[in-house]
């Protein structure tokens, strides 16, 4: 599993790598690394539109949120992301995004734990009843640009194959809506089978090589 950065710890350390993943994707949707070299693809690319629409005020602010974001993903171990980024009609546009990261109990420990924990603490439970995931939802207000919204975190862990229930792919979905609208409304609803669908689809590869 790789991060774009390189070989992971546990390949300089002589360890085995862990397997490469991937996910079906809606429409528009990519994915992407947290990395400075990513994020100034990301803001070319945003720089662009704005600058096309006549609103460098506007890009400045978001490009601000955007290293914010990046800084953000990588204090939180982030390994990938997935984000809509395309300019079609067609694309699925949701206020959010998809992040991927690792997690590991404390030394010689498995996920059970973990997913004890998950399950005492937040009502967790199998992805459509796929016993592979571990599921929750998480619902919050947030301050952003002045403003609050109400936040919607949906969590999925799932064992590393090869890894003895010691290591597990976090994915975690976030996306906001107005602090007036109910969690169960019509667009929270679609958002979030949007991204259980998208977790859903995990498929794992053998490693490849950086090299």
Request: aromatic share 10%.
């Given at each position: 599993?790789?991060?774009?950065?390189?070989?992971?710890?546990?390949?300089?350390?002589?360890?085995?790598?862990?397997?490469?993943?991937?996910?079906k994707l809606p429409t528009g949707w990519e994915r992407r690394s947290p990395d400075d070299a990513d994020r100034e693809r990301f803001e070319?690319?945003?720089?662009?539109?704005?600058?096309?629409?006549?609103?460098p005020d506007l890009f400045a602010q978001v490009r601000e949120m955007l290293r914010e974001s990046y800084d953000g993903m990588r204090r939180?171990?982030?390994?990938?992301?997935?984000?809509?980024?395309?300019?079609?009609?067609?694309?699925?546009?949701?206020?959010?995004?998809?992040?991927?990261?690792?997690r590991r109990p404390p030394t010689g420990e498995t996920l059970d734990g973990l997913v004890k924990h998950a399950i005492r603490e937040y009502?967790?439970?199998?992805?459509?009843?796929?016993?592979?995931?571990?599921?929750?939802?998480?619902?919050?207000?947030?301050?952003?640009?002045?403003?609050?919204?109400?936040?919607?975190?949906?969590?999925?862990?799932?064992?590393?194959?090869?890894?003895?229930?010691?290591?597990?792919?976090?994915?975690?979905?976030?996306?906001?809506?107005?602090?007036?609208?109910?969690?169960?409304?019509?667009?929270?609803?679609?958002?979030?089978?949007?991204?259980?669908?998208?977790?859903?689809?995990?498929?794992?590869?053998?490693?490849?090589?950086?090299?």
């Amino acid at each position: 599993m790789h991060s774009g950065e390189g070989s992971t710890l546990r390949e300089q350390l002589g360890g085995t790598p862990d397997p490469d993943f991937e996910i079906k994707l809606p429409t528009g949707w990519e994915r992407r690394s947290p990395d400075d070299a990513d994020r100034e693809r990301f803001e070319a690319g945003l720089k662009q539109r704005f600058m096309r629409m006549q609103r460098p005020d506007l890009f400045a602010q978001v490009r601000e949120m955007l290293r914010e974001s990046y800084d953000g993903m990588r204090r939180e171990g982030a390994i990938a992301f997935y984000t809509a980024t395309g300019e079609s009609q067609d694309t699925a546009w949701v206020p959010g995004s998809l992040v991927v990261s690792l997690r590991r109990p404390p030394t010689g420990e498995t996920l059970d734990g973990l997913v004890k924990h998950a399950i005492r603490e937040y009502g967790a439970a199998p992805l459509f009843g796929d016993t592979r995931f571990v599921r929750f939802e998480q619902q919050k207000k947030v301050t952003v640009e002045g403003g609050t919204i109400a936040q919607t975190t949906i969590v999925y862990l799932t064992p590393i194959p090869g890894s003895k229930r010691r290591r597990a792919l976090q994915f975690t979905a976030s996306f906001g809506r107005p602090v007036e609208a109910p969690t169960d409304d019509e667009r929270g609803r679609a958002y979030t089978s949007l991204f259980d669908l998208m977790v859903s689809t995990l498929r794992w590869h053998p490693p490849t090589s950086d090299a």
